[in-house]
Every structure is written in structure tokens, then in C-alpha cells.
């Protein structure tokens, strides 16, 4: 990685890559793969689509349909996912191995967020599945909230770490997991004290926002995502986890689009879409926190060591170069509002797709 100057005005790093994307399907491919290969060589795809993905037959077809949304010019390999039910036996999980392309399984809780409907409603169901998973070597991707709704929204991913979590790595002592887009100071500490084979990714958008985001000046419906933003000292925590330069915090975004209209609703849809400015905005956060020079183990090496990947060789550059982020963004299903949307950011993207 290179900083150059004390106050940098350009920042080379390896090509970093995403651990927790969403793209949909469809014709949002374009625009949603467009903004990821831009700036990501790699990235942990989502499985929740409608339907989910199931099987290891229609990863790689999925797989397909992404390759083919790729710019010209860009390079840039989707890592497919599983989402798991309480009905995925463990020759679906031998298939996936074997597939090369299949690079984890998802854990969604029943309801626990978009499209989790499928989602498990009760992990122990799934042993002999997990038992597969690890012996060969497959990560268990967790969206770590309780769904019992006498727990506080605020609390579900602490609670889900105690009730959920612990117990899990205990029955499966050899099972690698990432818990992902962590939002408490708890989850931080569980995956700092955990076993080497427990990580943990953190987004843009919960590093840079706590919770009076969803407030300020009226309700916010685009700050809305799961798990919810949480309070300051949350959020500093993650910021201090992030730029540590502990190899078990890398990035994953979360990037999660949804139209305006489906934000903007009487029941609107959680997730907040950075893709557009993913890097700049976690360059940011770094910059900010005195940390420049940890961004790319943050962004472009921890993560491919945990998934047994190589890093990349191919470089990007940012530049101090200020740019407003567009106020709204055109799909062919609708707008969307981005993550800033209408705001200055302070870093732009010059290049990408050189060699190291």
C-alpha cells in the first residue's frame, strides 16, 4: 500500500474486495455488478432472492447471469453463497465443495431481515448439514439477530451472540464463521476473544452512522437497515475494531438496493445501497480515524486470507478529489437514493485493474 505525504493526496492499495454484497437478479444486474466491479475484484454474493438460492445448480446459474452484467473492461469474480434451510442435506454442501465456486452458506433466522422468509427457524435442525459443512471446509455467513420479538430490536444481535452464537461453536468445534455486518460493541468484543476461526465484517454505513441518523431532521427511511443502527459508543467500536488492524474485521458492505418507493413506503424495506462509493467511504472512516495505512489490510487482505483466497494483484488508487454523490440514481426498475445522496465525499476513485 502506498500513502503518500503525512496528508496524503493519493492512497494505492491491492484491489480490495467485498465480503457481503447484495445484487438482486434481473435487470438491476447491470447497475448493481457495474458499481461492484468498479472498484471490487471479488465479492461474497447473497443468496436471498425470490426464490432463494438453494442449491448449488442455481448458484452457478446466478453466477452466470452476474458474469454477464460485467463491464467491459473490468474484472471481477462473484463468490456464490448458499442460503441454508432446515431441508439442505449435506450432499448439497459436498456439491457445493466441489463446485469451486461456492465459497459459504448463509444462515438467515426466519424473518429476520429481506427475504428471510425461508431462513431457519431453529439451528439444531441443520447439525448434520453443518457437521458437512465442516468437514469440507465451508463457512457458516450469519446474520446474527434474534427474531423473538420480546427482545428490543436494539438488542437482538447481542442477544443472538449468547442464545444463538456460543452454543453453536461449541457443538461444531471446527466450523469457520463469519458473523457479518456486526453493529455492536458486544459483537466486536465476542469476535476479538473468539477462536481463530470465528471473523466478523463491518459495513461503511455502520461505521460512519449511529442511530440519531434515522432521526435527524424527520425519519430517515434510507439510514433504515438490519441490524439497525445503534448507539455512539457502538459505533465507535467498530470504527476502533476496523482500523486495528486484527485480521478478523474485514470489509463486507452490505450494499442492499431497493427503489425509492419501496424505501419510502408505510412499510419500508431495510438496507442502505454504498455500492456507488463503497472504498471511498471506508477511506473516510480510516482517514478520519488516523488509520490510512490499515485500510488495505482492512479492505484487500484479511478477508481473502479467512476465505483461503489469494489477495489480488491488481492495484487502485484513490485521490483527494472532492464529488457529490448524485441525489438519486436511475435503474431500469426505478430510482434509488444511495448512501449520501446529494452530499460532497472527499475521496474519488482514480484507476483500478493495474497490476501489483
Not at 427475504?115 to 441443520?126: L, P, S, T, Y
Not at 427474531?147 to 443472538?160: A, I, L, Q, S, W
Not at 431497493?258 to 473516510?284: F, N, P, Q, T, V
Request: with cysteine; aromatic share 6%; charged share 25%.
Amino acid at each position: 500500500m502506498s500513502v503518500e505525504n503525512n496528508a496524503p493526496e493519493r492512497l494505492t492499495l491491492r484491489k480490495p474486495d467485498d465480503w457481503h454484497v447484495h445484487l438482486r437478479d434481473s435487470s438491476i444486474l447491470p447497475f448493481t455488478v457495474g458499481h461492484t466491479a468498479r472498484q471490487f475484484g471479488r465479492a461474497i454474493v447473497m443468496p436471498n432472492l425470490k426464490p432463494p438460492v438453494t442449491t448449488t445448480a442455481q448458484a452457478l446459474e446466478y453466477r452466470d447471469r452476474i458474469l454477464r452484467a460485467v463491464p467491459q473492461g473490468h474484472h471481477f469474480d462473484p463468490l456464490m453463497t448458499l442460503y441454508l434451510t432446515e431441508r439442505t442435506p449435506p450432499s448439497e454442501i459436498e456439491r457445493a465443495k466441489s463446485s469451486g465456486k461456492v465459497h459459504g452458506v448463509k444462515w438467515y433466522p426466519a424473518g429476520a431481515t429481506t427475504n428471510a422468509e425461508h431462513g431457519v427457524q431453529d439451528i439444531r435442525r441443520c447439525d448434520r448439514t453443518i457437521e458437512a459443512m465442516e468437514a469440507n471446509d465451508i463457512p457458516l455467513l450469519i446474520h446474527g439477530e434474534v427474531t423473538d420479538p420480546t427482545v428490543d430490536v436494539f438488542d437482538r444481535e447481542h442477544v443472538f451472540i449468547e442464545q444463538e452464537l456460543s452454543p453453536l461453536l461449541k457443538r461444531h468445534p471446527r466450523l469457520r464463521v463469519v458473523l457479518e455486518h456486526i453493529s455492536t460493541r458486544q459483537a466486536v468484543e465476542f469476535v476479538t476473544q473468539a477462536p481463530a476461526r470465528v471473523a466478523a465484517t463491518i459495513t461503511a454505513h455502520h461505521l460512519l452512522l449511529n442511530r440519531n441518523a434515522l432521526f435527524t431532521g424527520g425519519l430517515r427511511p434510507h439510514h433504515y437497515c438490519l441490524p439497525v443502527l445503534k448507539r455512539e459508543e457502538h459505533r465507535r467500536a467498530l470504527v476502533a475494531a476496523a482500523t486495528s488492524g486484527n485480521p478478523k474485521f474485514f470489509l463486507g458492505t452490505d450494499s442492499a438496493p431497493h427503489l425509492r418507493r419501496d424505501k419510502e413506503s408505510a412499510c419500508g424495506c431495510a438496507g442502505i445501497y454504498s455500492a456507488h462509493a463503497a472504498i471511498e467511504l471506508y477511506a473516510e472512516v480510516f482517514e478520519a480515524a488516523g488509520a490510512l495505512d490499515r485500510l488495505e489490510g482492512f479492505a484487500s487482505s484479511y478477508g481473502a486470507d479467512f476465505y483461503q483466497l489469494p489477495r489480488s494483484s491488481e492495484l487502485l488508487t484513490l485521490e483527494r478529489r472532492s464529488w457529490t454523490v448524485p441525489s438519486l440514481l436511475e435503474t431500469q426498475q426505478g430510482a434509488l437514493l444511495p448512501l449520501r445522496a446529494g452530499e460532497p465525499m472527499p475521496w474519488s476513485l482514480v484507476t483500478a485493474d493495474t497490476t501489483a
